[in-house]
């Protein structure tokens, strides 16, 4: 059965934290999230939750998570 859990999470671009929840399988897999704090909202990933201001642009967003966690490319290898 899924798990909710309640976490907080910085803004992958600039910080600002969030409340979300998060949602994980049996196994401990990550489902997927729901932002609750106002002005954010949830970054697609499959592997994490990852959270952006409503603000910052989608190219934003994809360059920032490309410098945080590398680009698809390199993990396909």
Known sequence: MPK???EMH?????????QLYAAYDADGNYIGSKVMSAGGKVVKDDNRPLVACETHSDEDIERATERVFGSDDAEED
């Open 10 to 18: 910085g803004c992958i671009v600039c910080g600002k934290l969030y």
């Open 4 to 6: 909710a859990k309640g």
